[in-house]
């Protein structure tokens, strides 16, 4: 007789996932969210998604989401390239996940991941990987995600991998399908025995890692790749931007060539998921003395009092969530 092993939670992306999805327009049990085997996106990586960090406030009683409004609006305009036509705003997707991280009622660190992707073909569509005559749908799920940098540092590979150009493959928008990309990079960087890495674009200059941003620090100076370096303009790399003037730092946007980043003070990754995370070694090279430098720290201490509630968030970043004592009892397939 065989015995079924008893269900452990499911880790897709790295944290716990929660009780509660919101998936095509009804809060439902995640166990039971599912997707047919036939739909599109499976088949050929045609979604967009969304990466949110909702950060526990002290007393346990609140959560923060950071700047849910500026990634919910990605989300819509990585839809427009793919022709996903949500009936929805960013308004009504930033209600949907208050409302499912109130009935996840976890206060605790979470990931929301937000999903929107090409379902089935309409009636009368030719069959074919094209886009239009494609039904649309739309999920969020979140997870139980804490800080998960290396405290030390990151060490990084300089990939074999390229980004893919603008022509080949929009970086530029949060593609399902890139993300083979960023998959194969960080598989070889692991197999390597490194935590990440970075990649060149098609022209041989610094892009981005696998999910997150490269900044080199030289003096007070914070040097970023364009967006126009073939990577994805993170909601944390502008935060950065924002922090840089608070702090007197100067922010500098141009083309950052390898050498650059062999030869900078410091070099650090920003993220919705990593944060600000020092790197203290490239390709066999320590950056700088191979420890986490003193901007990159100030830097990182701001983001973390930011996103934390713990300076004034003047600029309206925060869309705090309160919790109810115990978890609300949901009946499956409410709507929203
Ligand atoms: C390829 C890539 N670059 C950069 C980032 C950083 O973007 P953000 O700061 O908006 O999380 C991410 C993460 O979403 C990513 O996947």
């Known amino acids: 007789m065989t015995t079924t092993p008893a269900p452990t939670p499911a880790r897709t992306i790295g ?15 995640t166990s039971q969210a599912r997707v047919p085997l036939t739909t599109q996106a499976l088949q050929y990586g045609t979604g967009v998604f969304e990466g949110i960090r909702a950060y526990a406030l002290p007393g346990g009683r609140e959560l923060a989401v950071f700047r849910l409004h500026d990634h919910h609006r990605r989300l819509l ?15 009504d997707l930033a209600r949907a996940t208050v409302e499912l991280l109130r009935r996840n009622a976890a206060a605790a660190d979470t990931y929301i991941r937000p999903l929107a992707y090409k379902l089935s073909l309409l009636p009368g569509t030719r069959p074919g990987v094209g886009l239009a005559g494609v039904s649309d749908a739309v999920s969020v799920s979140t997870f139980l995600m804490g800080h998960y940098a290396p405290p030390g540092g990151l060490r990084c590979t300089l990939s074999s991998w390229r980004r893919p150009a603008d022509g080949v493959l929009p970086v530029r928008a949060k593609v399902c399908g ?52 073939d990577i994805l303009e993170g909601v944390t790399r502008d935060t950065v931007r924002a922090l840089a003037g608070d702090l007197g730092l100067v922010y500098e946007v141009r083309d950052v060539q390898r050498t650059e980043l062999f030869l900078a003070d410091e070099v650090f990754l920003t993220g919705t998921g990593l944060g600000i995370a020092p790197v203290v070694e490239l390709a066999g090279r320590p950056i700088g003395d191979g420890v986490p430098g003193p901007v990159t720290r100030l830097v990182s ?36």
């Open 15 to 29: 944290g716990t996932t929660s009780t509660w999805s919101w998936h095509e327009g009804s809060f439902v049990p």
């Open 77 to 91: 305009r990585s839809c427009r390239l793919l022709r996903i036509d949500l009936p929805y705003d960013a308004d």
């Open 178 to 229: 890139g993300y083979v990309n960023s998959a194969l990079a960080l598989d070889e960087a692991r197999a390597a025995g490194m935590d990440d890495a970075i990649l060149c674009n098609e022209r041989g200059h610094i892009a981005e890692a696998t999910t997150a941003n490269v900044f080199a620090v030289f003096g007070n100076r914070l040097v970023t790749p364009a967006a126009t370096a």
């Open 301 to 336: 201490e701001h983001y973390t009092a930011l996103v934390r509630g713990e300076l004034d968030d003047d600029r309206g970043w925060l869309t705090r969530v309160p919790l109810n004592p115990a978890p609300v009892q949901h009946s499956a397939e409410e709507t929203s």
